[in-house]
């Protein structure tokens, strides 16, 4: 016997029943991943945030520490160059008292000389 337009009806109601549970599993599925992948968003966007700040904070002290390398560098060159003027200074007066000693001794050996007459 051919199925009555009611048995007909009743299957399709059942496999539409069917497939709403199936869609509404589905979609309970699809709210769960969506929330994760929310608070994944929401993870990654706090690690940028901290990121950005981790940058900013060594950029400020990349600045600071290359303006202390500057300053260092700008004292090392006063004091190198105060040093070269000491040394010059020390080597000319060590000079200038051996070349005094030297007239020293010529002078007492001028002195000591016989003089010619």
């Known amino acids: 016997r051919p ?3 009611i048995e007909t009806i009743i299957r399709r109601n059942e496999t539409l029943a069917q497939e709403v549970r199936d869609l509404q599993q589905e979609n ?3 709210r769960k991943d969506n929330e ?3 608070q994944m968003v929401k993870d990654t966007q706090t690690d940028s945030q901290q990121l950005r700040a981790e940058i900013f ?3 400020t002290d990349r600045h600071a520490l290359r303006r ?3 300053n260092t560098t700008q004292q090392y ?3 190198q160059d105060h040093v070269t003027h000491q040394t010059d200074a020390i080597i000319r007066r060590q000079k200038e008292e ?6 020293k001794k010529w002078a007492k050996i001028t002195y ?3 003089t010619a007459a």
Not at 98 to 103: A, F, K, P, V
């Open 28 to 30: 309970a599925r699809m």
């Open 36 to 38: 994760s992948l929310m």
């Open 98 to 103: 051996r070349m005094m000693e030297e007239e």
């Open 77 to 79: 060159r006063v004091l």
């Open 3 to 5: 199925p009555s337009d």
């Open 68 to 70: 202390r390398l500057e």
């Open 112 to 114: 000591l000389l016989p």
């Open 57 to 59: 904070a060594a950029s």
